[in-house]
Nanobody, 119 residues
Framework: QVQLVESGGGLVQPGGSLRLSCAASGSIFSACVMGWYYQVSGKQRELVATITRGGRTNYADSVKGRFTISRDNAKNTVYLQMNSLKPEDTAAYYC?????????????WGQGTQVTVSL
């Protein structure tokens, strides 16, 4: 079993910055992909960014150039640096970890951390 613990959410003014962290513990398969998704109340959860163990990244178009995902493999931790925040970035942000083992996909979610961008 894998546990994901997020931190770093909060209230920030437009144009400000936040850094989210997600620490993974438990039985973690080394070749896992970690990432962040966001969800606005009443809507589907959507991709923010993902990163492989080797550092290959993928971003949603809406955050390219503003958000940076990074990863510390030794600590099994993924970060999301969020700059130039906009009110439309307001959402619950969820950490995600997934891997494929012998043809079976495993996926885990954190509990979510709220990010609110407002004056």
């Amino acid at each position: 079993q894998v546990q994901l613990v997020e931190s770093g959410g909060g209230l920030v003014q437009p144009g400000g910055s936040l850094r989210l962290s997600c620490a993974a513990s438990g039985s973690i398969f080394s070749a896992c992909v970690m990432g962040w998704y966001y969800q606005v109340s009443g809507k589907q959860r959507e991709l923010v960014a993902t990163i492989t163990r080797g550092g290959r990244t993928n971003y949603a178009d809406s955050v390219k150039g503003r958000f940076t995902i990074s990863r510390d493999n030794a600590k099994n931790t993924v970060y999301l640096q969020m700059n130039s925040l906009k009110p439309e970035d307001t959402a619950a942000y969820y950490c995600n970890l997934k891997y494929n083992l012998f043809g079976k996909e495993y996926e885990y979610w954190g509990q979510g951390t709220q990010v609110t961008v407002s004056l």
